[in-house]
């Protein structure tokens, strides 16, 4: 049975995508490995591996399950790290989600399901 699933994007420099990863997103790194990054935060794992091409990023994201995502939205939202066509909004497939690039362009969308 499958329990979980680990995005693994593409990260551009491993120093600033730590930087970012750990100061505005809050995540812990976990390990370093000659620039293959993995981070957690609560029960998730987010790993990056080393890029050249500034265009993979560009076409890559994950979509993370959150609860409490109006606190979450609000954190990010003051560490100005907020996609601007990302705003927390309602979406038709009844998740409230918002969006965040991170330092290589990757997007992470975190959405919390509505019941």
């Known amino acids: 049975m499958i329990e979980t699933a680990v995005p693994i994007l593409a990260s551009l ?3 600033e995508t730590i930087e970012f990863y750990t100061e ?3 995540f812990s790194l976990i390990a ?5 990054l993995i981070f957690s935060k609560d029960k998730i794992q987010i790993h990056l591996w080393p890029c050249n091409d500034i265009e ?3 076409a890559t994201g994950c979509y993370l399950r ?3 995502v109006d606190q ?3 954190q990010y939202l003051g560490l100005g790290v907020v996609h601007p066509n990302g705003k927390l909004e309602l979406k038709p497939w009844r998740m409230k989600q ?3 690039l ?3 362009g990757n997007i992470i969308h975190f959405g919390e399901e509505l019941k």
Request: charged letters at 25%; a neutral charge.
């Open 32 to 36: 370093n490995w000659d620039g293959y």
């Open 72 to 74: 979450l939205y609000a």
């Open 13 to 15: 420099n491993a120093k």
């Open 66 to 68: 959150v609860t409490e």
């Open 102 to 104: 991170d330092n290589n």
């Open 24 to 26: 505005k997103l809050a």
């Open 98 to 100: 918002f969006s965040v």
């Open 56 to 58: 993979i990023p560009k």
